[in-house]
């Protein structure tokens, strides 16, 4: 007996039954970047890894255990992307976008690899739609792109969400938070997991972070000491950020603890949630600093990612009504072998009059090709037989209520066309 194959630990196959929880999101992501004035942009799947150690942080969860690096024949260290905002960050760089009119306003869609314990929602292989802004810092900027994420997940459909909201300050007073926040959680040191305790050290707003349930009681404090350290700057750009988002009726609320496992953010940063303490389906925030970081001229910029298989879990569990997809506008059924030479050449007039056009040629009986329409979603048919080549004419029939009549060959798409708006 042959190996036996089965899917990486962590990944998944999306069969055709699911497609369209991607289609519509997707679709409606797109529809809202582009309405936005978002242009799309693709990155490479792959980085140079001193990408990622730079800009995410080298003591982040995801550069220290969660990276897929290999060398490559060249010698050369490369990572396959954990997250989309330092390749879109480089792009822009590389590119001379700074140069171009700003802000420059860019969306991406693509996937993604992190090697993180697989759970509900969480893959090691994902797709993360996003949107990147740079070239503005005023903090109504902030507000819209919080807006525009959460209008993407009412297109969808998605219902009783609230945005977790906090501010970790610009670089200028970043000393200040972490020393307050070295201090406090020095005080409480021997209630930390080994790995706090280092982090405390290395990389202490890092420390929010961990998941051990034993310092969970010192992390809900710590945040507080982060949001009492801003610096007057800070706390007016995130004072006129809720002004705004209260201005936009979006819903909102504080979490201090909130930090984001990435080290490139400045002032804001926020989560998605649905309002029923369920996961985090999508977030991001500020990055004043992270175009300069990497080579770039001082640029001011803000981005979020979707969290795409929770966004889809969601939807099911909401029992959003996603459109079923439509596979093809037409089904071709034949019956002889003169008829399948006919429905060769009807393909190829209907594909050509741009019309989506399935068959099932290797199949003989019009009851097998029919079931195919069937589970397609296909609303018509063009049946072929014998009879049908001879008078030079085909059997349109509505599979709805399968009423059907003969039309000649010459009035096939005036005919079509009536049906099928």
């Known amino acids: ?16 039954s699911e497609q369209k929880y991607w289609y519509w999101t997707e679709d409606n992501f797109r529809s809202v970047m582009l309405s936005a004035g978002f242009g799309r942009i693709i990155t490479p799947t792959f ?37 989309g905002t330092a390749g879109v960050v480089r792009a822009y760089i590389e590119n001379g976008m700074h140069k171009e009119p700003q802000p420059v306003k860019v969306f991406y869609w693509g996937p993604v690899f992190r090697y993180d314990r697989p759970q509900a929602g969480r893959y090691r292989e994902f797709c993360q739609p996003g949107l990147e802004m740079f070239g503005e810092q005023d903090p109504i900027v902030d507000a819209q792109v919080i807006a525009l994420m959460m209008k993407f997940y009412r297109k969808i459909g998605l219902k009783d969400l609230v945005v977790k909201i906090n501010s970790i300050g610009d670089i200028k007073g970043r ?12 005080a409480h040191r021997r209630t930390l997991c080994a790995e706090c305790k ?82 985090s389906i999508g977030g991001g925030g500020r990055y004043d600093e992270l ?14 990612g979707v969290g795409l298989d929770r966004t889809i879990d969601l939807l099911k569990k909401q029992n959003v009504a996603v459109p079923e997809v439509v596979f093809s506008d037409v089904f071709i059924v034949q019956l002889g072998d003169e008829a399948k030479k006919k429905a060769i050449r009807v393909i190829d007039q209907l594909d050509e009059a741009g019309y989506r056009v399935a068959h099932a040629l290797g199949r003989s009986s019009i009851k097998s090709q029919l079931r195919v329409a069937n589970r397609l979603g296909t609303k018509i048919a063009i049946i072929i037989g014998e009879r049908e080549v001879h008078d030079k004419s085909v059997i ?12 000649l060959d010459r009035d096939l798409i005036k005919m079509l066309k009536k049906r099928i708006q």
């Open 291 to 304: 175009v300069k970081m990497l080579g770039g001229p001082a640029t001011p910029a803000i981005g979020f």
């Open 175 to 186: 000393a200040k938070m972490q020393k307050a926040l070295v201090d406090f959680l020095s």
């Open 198 to 279: 280092r982090r405390m050290i290395q990389n202490p707003m890092r420390v929010l972070d961990c998941k051990e349930k034993k310092c969970q009681p010192v992390i809900e404090e710590a945040g507080g000491v982060l949001i009492d350290n801003l610096n007057t700057a800070s706390k007016e750009h995130f004072t006129k950020v809720l002004e705004y988002l209260d201005d936009m009726g979006v819903e909102y609320e504080l979490d201090h603890r909130l930090v984001r496992g990435l080290d490139y953010y400045t002032h804001t940063v926020f989560e998605v949630v649905a309002k029923n303490g369920g996961l």
């Open 47 to 83: 980085e140079n890894t001193d990408l990622f150690v730079r800009s995410v942080g080298e003591d982040t969860d995801i550069v220290s255990k969660e990276m897929y690096t290999f060398t490559d024949r060249g010698g050369n260290s490369l990572t396959l992307r954990p997250e």
């Open 396 to 407: 349109i029939r509505d599979l709805s209520d399968s009423t059907q009549e003969s039309v």
């Open 1 to 16: 007996m042959g190996v036996k194959f089965q899917k990486p630990r962590g990944t998944q196959d999306i069969l055709p």
